[in-house]
T-cell receptor, first 117, second 112 residues
Framework: GAVVSQHPSRVICKSGTSVKIECRSL??????MFWYRQFPKKSLMLMATSNEGSKATYEQGVEKDKFLINHASLTLSTLTVTSAHPEDSSFYICSAPGGRQSYNEQFFGPGTRLTVL | TQLLEQSPQFLSIQEGENLTVYCNSSSVFSSLQWYRQEPGEGPVLLVTVVTGGEVKKLKRLTFQFGDARKDSSLHITAAQPGDTGLYLC????????????FGTGTRLTVIP
């Protein structure tokens, strides 16, 4: 099946710094990718839709200037957490449409655990 | 407001026991997916059910879509430690992740 990778898998940073997370589709092209946030022992929360060659679409309540998304190619989307604070600590997961897209099946990356000190 | 409620939220059982996880909503979905997520990993798609009343089997896992396409269940027979993980249902009301609604999740622990 299709593979989606994320890098890094874990990152620890100081408060106030920015962190970039990469999401790659390894054996297929994705004009859209999706970014989720997951709190401990909770379900997934959609943050934004990353669109290749155009601006990302953010869900209500997600700060655009805080979570910068760039989809520069058909296989790469990046999420940059700017001026990170401890409350940004979370598990960030990306996905890309795959399988039977008419059924909205998604392939998920392995996630990135961000810890802000 | 969560569109899809799962129950139970947590489940801890002994190896060999059977269990059922429920995914309920008042909304109709065009299809419903079940994912399993292991700690520190992303969710992995197990199955997609499309037709009301549909039953799909994946080894010891049986998935059923409600007749009205508003709910679903996952039944595991003779649970094994390898079944441990977070089970997520997700209802689709069209394409795009903004039309994919994840359930609240069920964390299953199977004790050897």
């Amino acid at each position: 099946g299709a593979v989606v990778s994320q890098h890094p898998s874990r990152v620890i940073c100081k408060s106030g710094t920015s962190v970039k997370i990469e999401c790659r589709s390894l054996d297929f092209q994705a004009t859209t990718m999706f970014w989720y946030r997951q709190f401990p022992k909770k379900s997934l929360m959609l943050m934004a839709t990353s669109n290749e060659g155009s601006k990302a679409t953010y869900e209500q309540g997600v700060e655009k200037d805080k979570f910068l998304i760039n989809h520069a190619s058909l296989t790469l989307s990046t999420l940059t957490v700017t001026s990170a604070h401890p409350e940004d600590s979370s598990f960030y997961i990306c996905s890309a449409p795959g399988g039977r897209q008419s059924y909205n099946e998604q392939f998920f990356g392995p996630g990135t655990r961000l810890t802000v000190l | 407001t969560q569109l899809l409620e799962q129950s139970p939220q947590f489940l801890s059982i002994q190896e060999g026991e059977n269990l059922t996880v429920y995914c309920n909503s008042s909304s109709v979905f065009s299809s419903l997916q079940w994912y399993r997520q292991e700690p520190g990993e992303g969710p992995v798609l197990l199955v997609t059910v499309v037709t009301g009343g549909e039953v799909k089997k994946l080894k010891r896992l049986t998935f059923q879509f409600g007749d009205a396409r508003k709910d679903s269940s996952l039944h595991i027979t003779a649970a094994q430690p390898g079944d441990t993980g977070l089970y997520l249902c997700a209802g689709a009301r069209g394409t795009g992740a903004n039309n994919l609604f994840f359930g609240t999740g069920t964390r299953l622990t199977v004790i050897p």
